[in-house]
């Protein structure tokens, strides 16, 4: 019956005549709806191999009349999918395939970009991607870290064999086996794509879509106007053969603070020397008549005073940390008379050589000057480096911009230089070795001035927006790091981890306003930093737009998730919901969090939720200096439903800093218990070879307060307290260490101790200390100090009362009342030999960092350092119940500790137990 | 204004293509399908073949094979069944490919033969396996749409594919069906494939007799008088012979538009018409039929004739008919291209 009303509808239907046409175009099997939004060149010919069943050979006659190249040369291909030109030059006979294939390569979208962000070494795939028959030709863009379609990894190799991909060009590698590795043959994706597969659904080109925020920021940038004339010998990377393809992830850093791309920061790859950038109006082009000439004359001795100015703050830096690094400065450093090539003939501070290479670029006769005063030598600024950058101009605020650059410069390559010789035993005892050589030829180009003018690492470009044509934007972009904390450091360490500059005063932000709805994109400029488009507010009011507020992760709601929360703001306020019966401890936590997800999304525009380690370590740096004033200070007692109100009221301690940590630390592990996506994780990881526990969150050394002697070098001091135990000058001096550092005494405190102020229990032995309050008046004597104190042969009186009971005190004052020590400089300089004597140890073992910080060591050093050295180990919870120190707890919630009890055995056991790996003594000796 | 409803020659505007002092007229002439030998008609027997096609379709059988004798319009009928089948199957893509005799046949040259047909570009490189996913894929992409779930596939001078070739159409055709498809094969070919088929069958490959040569249907020329009036009145109706295009001006007014005008239709010369043929084959022994190719040629010098004297050439005194189908060739033909007692049965 189906067949006979079939047959009934079959009858000729005058009028209607369709004839069925193949998918043929110029006689090629091609079907317009396998192709994908976004797609790129190289899916579109694989198709059209596999469809038509062509060889490579085939595939190029056919499409574009050209023959196959047999060579790979180096740079582009010459059958590039990149910037494809060679499809349709003279030689070329394109068809229409030929001509679509052309349409989609990346030059299309950006002819101006494509070279500088993207390569064709490798075929770059996303796994997912490539499974479903595509590939975008964005994947090739080298900054681009993830496909944003599916957050997988973009490969270019092969999962399977390893091999690397082949070049991203039609050549008879790429496209003898599409979609499959050409190595060993297997499926690039969990499948093959086939002609026989159906159209591609609406739904599968929306999700392709995405890729078509690159392509819109792609064209967005192009209506920027950017010129970059140096581009191309921008130094990205310490060895050339890295160089290009980090200049290119480097390049799209800096143009995504040019213009904000719309993808996870999840999506890109940072530099491996990230790079920041320094924005300033350019002056406008002067014609060459005679005020114009003087205004150049006045614009260079500007910039000569300038760098005068940049120069001694750079000189005043280095004095207060660096004082010694310059002494003997011509034993160290060396300008060879031929090349100029300045360079190290013995081991140097890397900063000192980073100033002078620096000041050997800009100054022409420059002296090897290790006075420290006012400089003598002349300002006479080379011509290259003071009229910089040549070919066009730019205003002295850039100019200094560029300056500042390219100390940082200079830093990374003495920083380059130090570490390379420090793998090498002995690098300058021959003059002439053969390291020694192959390293002046490495460095030859930076280290002098003869080669380049200026930095290679700094480069700058000229942005005209399309709103203000008559204004020019130059943007000085080099390494990144952080002068005044690079400068402070007094372990001859450069650190060049990501951080704004902030030189103030010479440098000006440069505000990035995300795209309009109507994409228009403007510069604005400032000496502060522009007010955000998020208004700061209490958590209850906290208004966060979608991008922000940490709803976008893609692992949210999987099966994991047990919280339901729809963004960052909900899950903290579950998580504080959790302290709602303790209205003092819900108020901390809630002023922490709030100051947490204030900053992360305004000055790093990203959901906390996505703040990594070095993000939190930042906000760290923060809490103790929150600016600019305007923008997150308010009177204190500002009611927090006041529109102007501020998550601060001023800077932090560090003692409050570190219990915001703690908090930070107690909500992102909470998080992560429940489910909920955060990019850091809290973890403890044991470092083997130091034995020191960190937590990602610990308090490290680079934001604790100098004068607290690190953990490592307390190693050292360790060792040197171990040297001459029957010497009893020594062992008194040991005794002054241990009591510092394991009882936290004050040096006053110090010359007070006597027998008498000692107190011996059945288990433990007790010091008391008369200047205290009687609430933290008796301290516990660890097992070093009553080993030490036993060795002198002294002994504690026997308690017979509670030795908490301050009323009853006077009792055990009997015994002795003459002090262990005569004056507080005796303390200081038994003390000070104590550090010397680590200092030199640390210098045998090569340790010349720790060396030269144990050289600075005082008593002030040792002031909360047991303390805090137990916070890294994560037993600081015994601490005040032994010693009675606070040093680490914020002054506000002191008055909230529990008041000292006296300990009973087991709880002594225990605490020893606990503090085992920070008292430097075996656990079996301390019972 | 002319009543659209009037008949043609009745009404008052005349096209100037019939006007006798019409430039262009003569123009139009050399380009005419009656002229150039192009003219597709449906004959009676095409309206019987299309009729088993269009049921094969519907039933989705796998294939069906039409023989006929020489020049009687095998390959006119492809066209024609090519043209008028997508008004009933629009879903249904088709492909009418000639099967081509060679020296020694191969995989590879059957399947460039089959992609050449196809038009598609790349047909004589690459192996045999490679030319055979091309035709494939081809097929499969182009069957591929909503409601498609069928591809026809003519094949004209099926008489020249031996058992090798049957048996790679047949790999395809399953290859079509893995995918879901169904492959229905049209064969047109000449009394020889029954010769095949013979030999099919004496080597029992039922798998090619019963997927393409299970019912041999009859593809027959003119056999009665009203199979002349059949297609003359096709001559006649402008909804089937129309030429030039959109001018409403069948083949048969287009020649003699006064008589027309005057009422007379070629569909009124069908008696003197057959009884030529009878005339010119009474000579001969055995029963014969008329295939298109000599009942074509002499419509062609029937109506040429009477052109001729519509432009002042003397009328001839003689049968105009006699004339026409003798110097159509037909009576050569005899005995040539259809044995004296060759018949076969209409499927």
């Given at each position: 019956m189906v067949r006979e009303s079939e047959e009934q509808i079959a009858k000729p239907r005058l009028g209607h005549r369709t004839v069925a046409e193949a998918p043929l175009v110029e006689g090629l099997l091609w079907n317009s709806e396998w192709l994908a939004p976004s797609e790129g060149p190289l899916t579109i010919l694989w198709k059209i191999a596999l469809a038509n069943c062509l060889t490579p050979r085939e595939l190029c006659r056919l499409l574009f009349g050209r023959n196959l190249l047999a060579n790979d040369s180096n740079g582009s291909h010459g059958r590039t999918l990149l910037n494809p030109v060679w499809m349709m030059d003279e030689k070329a006979i394109p068809t229409s395939l030929g001509i679509l294939v052309r349409q989609h390569a990346l030059d299309m979208t950006s002819p101006q970009w494509v070279s500088a962000l993207a390569s064709d070494d490798h075929i770059r795939y996303c796994k997912a991607c490539i499974s479903g028959g595509y590939q975008s030709a964005f994947c090739q863009i080298d900054g681009l870290l993830t496909c944003p379609v599916h957050d997988l990894p973009l490969l270019q190799n092969c999962t399977l064999c390893g091999a690397p991909t082949p070049r991203y060009a039609l050549n008879s590698l790429a496209m003898s086996?599409?979609?499959?590795?050409?190595?060993?043959?297997?499926?690039?994706?969990s499948n093959i794509w086939s002609p026989v597969e159906q159209g591609l659904s609406p739904e599968y080109n929306a999700v392709h879509s995405r890729y078509g925020e690159i392509e819109r920021w792609l064209l967005a940038l192009a209506d920027l106007n950017v010129s970059w004339r140096h581009l191309a010998s921008w130094q990205c990377a310490s060895d050339a053969q890295n160089d290009s393809l980090e200049r290119r992830i480097s390049v799209f850093s800096v143009l995504r603070q040019l213009v904000v791309l719309q993808l996870a920061d999840a999506s890109f790859r940072s530099p491996r020397l990230p790079v920041s950038i320094n924005a300033h109006y350019a002056t406008p082009t002067s014609s060459k008549v005679g005020p114009e000439i003087q205004e150049s004359t006045n614009e260079l001795n500007a910039r000569r005073t300038a760098y005068k100015a940049i120069r001694r703050h750079i000189r005043r830096l280095l004095k207060k940390r660096h004082r010694r690094c310059f002494q003997g400065l011509s034993n160290v450093l060396q300008i060879e008379w031929g090349t100029q090539m300045l360079h190290p003939i013995a081991p140097v501070c890397p900063l000192i050589f980073a100033y002078f290479l620096w000041r050997h670029h800009f100054e022409e006769d420059m002296a090897l000057d290790s006075h420290l005063g006012a400089t003598r030598s002349s300002t006479g600024l080379r011509k290259e480096s003071l009229e910089w950058p040549l070919d066009w101009e730019v205003g002295l605020s850039a100019w200094c911009g560029f300056a500042v650059e390219s100390f940082f410069a200079f830093a990374q390559v003495a920083k380059e230089w130090t570490d390379r010789v420090e793998q090498c035993p002995k690098p300058y005892a021959k003059e002439n070795s053969s390291f020694l050589r192959q390293m002046l030829t490495e460095f030859s180009v930076p280290m002098t001035p003869r080669s380049l003018a200026w930095a290679s690492r700094v480069t700058a470009l000229k942005v005209q927006t399309a709103r203000q044509k008559e204004k020019e934007v130059a943007i000085v972009v080099g390494p990144s790091g952080s002068l005044h904390k690079m400068l402070a450091q007094p372990n001859c360490a450069v650190d060049l981890h990501p951080?704004?500059?902030?030189?103030?005063?010479?440098a000006i932000n440069v505000r990035l306003i995300a795209p309009t709805p109507d994409q228009e994109l403007e510069f604005t400029m400032s000496d502060d930093a522009a007010e955000p488009q998020v208004r700061i507010a209490p958590l209850e009011r906290l208004e966060l737009p979608p991008h922000l507020d940490g709803h976008r992760l893609s692992n949210h709601g999987s099966y994991l998730e047990v919280l339901n929360a729809k963004n960052d703001v909900e899950a903290v306020k579950l998580w504080l919901e959790n302290y709602a019966d303790r209205p003092a401890t819900y108020g901390d936590y809630r002023i922490v969090i709030e100051r947490l997800i204030n900053w992360a999304v305004i000055e790093r525009g990203k959901p906390m939720s996505e703040l990594d380690e070095t993000a939190l370590v930042a906000f760290d740096t923060f809490l103790a200096n929150p600016l600019p004033t305007a923008r997150w200070l308010c009177p204190r007692g500002t009611p927090r439903s006041d529109p102007n109100w501020k998550p601060f009221s001023g800077p932090m301690s560090q003692g409050s800093r570190i219990h915001s940590e703690d908090i930070i630390r107690l909500l992102f592990k909470w998080l992560n218990s429940m489910g909920y996506h955060t990019t850091y994780r809290v973890s403890h990881v044991i470092n083997e070879s130091s034995m020191v526990v960190t937590s990602s969150l610990k308090v490290s050394v680079d934001r604790t307060p100098t004068e607290i002697i690190r953990i490592d070098d307390w190693r050292y001091v360790v060792l040197a307290l171990a040297e001459?135990?029957?010497?009893p000058h020594h062992l008194y001096a040991r005794l002054a260490v241990e009591l510092m550092y394991y009882g936290n005494l004050k040096v006053s405190e110090v010359t007070r101790v006597?027998?008498?102020?000692l107190v011996s229990t059945p288990y433990a032995t007790l010091l008391r200390v008369a200047s205290r309050s009687s609430r933290d008046s008796t301290i516990y004597m660890l097992p070093p100090i009553v080993v030490s104190l036993s060795r002198l042969g002294i002994v504690a009186t026997e308690a017979t009362e509670n030795p908490f009971d301050d009323s009853r005190r006077s009792d055990s004052v009997e015994y002795s009342e003459r002090p262990l020590y005569r004056s507080s400089s005796e303390v200081r300089n038994l003390t000070k030999e104590i550090f010397q004597r680590a200092s030199k140890l640390a210098q045998t073992e090569g340790d010349l960092a720790a060396s030269a910080r144990l050289t600075s060591c005082?008593?002030?050093?040792?002031?909360y350092a047991f303390e805090l050295h137990a916070h890294d180990f994560d037993h600081d919870k015994w601490i005040w119940r032994l010693i009675g120190s606070t040093g680490l707890v914020p002054s506000t919630l002191r008055g909230y500790l529990h008041p000292r009890k006296e300990l009973t055995e087991q709880e002594w056991q225990c605490a020893l137990h606990d503090l085992a790996p920070c008292l430097n003594t075996p656990l079996s000796q301390l019972h | 204004m002319s009543d659209p409803k009037e008949p043609f020659s009745l009404r008052s505007d005349i096209n100037p293509i019939l006007m006798t002092e019409c430039a262009d007229r003569d123009r139009i002439f050399q380009t005419h399908p009656v002229v150039t030998d192009k003219a597709k008609i449906p004959t009676p027997a095409i309206k019987e073949v299309t009729d088993t096609i269009r049921r094969a379709i519907v039933h989705r059988d796998p294939g069906v094979a039409f023989v006929g004798h020489s020049r009687f319009g095998k390959t006119f009928a492809i066209d024609v069944i090519k043209e008028t089948l997508p008004q009933s199957f629009p879903e249904i893509p088709i492909y009418s490919v000639a099967a081509k005799e060679h020296d020694r046949p191969t995989e590879r040259s059957l399947y460039t033969d089959l992609l050449m047909d196809c038009q598609h570009g790349v047909s004589d490189s690459g192996t045999a396996l490679a030319r055979r996913i091309r035709l494939l894929n081809l097929w499969l992409a182009t069957v591929r749409r909503p409601g498609g779930d069928r591809l026809i596939l003519f094949v004209d001078e099926a008489q020249n594919w031996g058992v090798e070739d049957f048996t790679r159409l047949r790999d395809l055709s399953n290859d079509m069906a893995l995918n879901g498809y169904r492959l229905i094969t049209i064969l047109f070919a000449h009394f020889n494939l029954l010769s095949t088929r013979a030999s099919l069958l004496s080597e029992q490959r039922t798998d090619l007799i019963g997927r393409f040569l299970l019912h041999p249907g009859y593809f027959r020329g003119a056999s009665t008088i009203s199979d002349t009036i059949e297609i003359m009145k096709s001559y006649d109706d402008p909804e089937i012979s129309e030429f030039?295009?959109?001018?409403?001006?069948?083949y048969s007014e287009f020649f003699l538009p006064q008589k027309y005008r005057g009422g007379w239709r070629l569909e009124q010369e069908a008696g003197a018409c057959w009884a030529a043929f009878e005339a010119e084959a009474g000579n001969q022994k055995g029963h014969y039929q008329v295939g298109m190719q000599w009942m074509s040629s002499a419509i062609r010098n029937f109506l040429y004739l009477n052109w001729q004297q519509e432009h002042g050439e003397p009328a001839d005194s003689g049968n105009l008919w006699m004339q026409s189908v003798s110097a159509s060739g037909f009576a050569d033909s005899l005995s040539v291209t259809q044995p004296p007692s060759g018949s076969g049965t209409a499927g």
């Open positions: 086996s599409p979609y499959c590795c050409h190595s060993c043959g297997a499926p690039l994706g951080e704004t500059i902030c030189f103030r005063g010479l001459g135990e029957c010497d006597s027998t008498s102020t005082t008593c002030q050093s040792l002031r | 030039p295009k959109g001018s409403h001006i069948s």
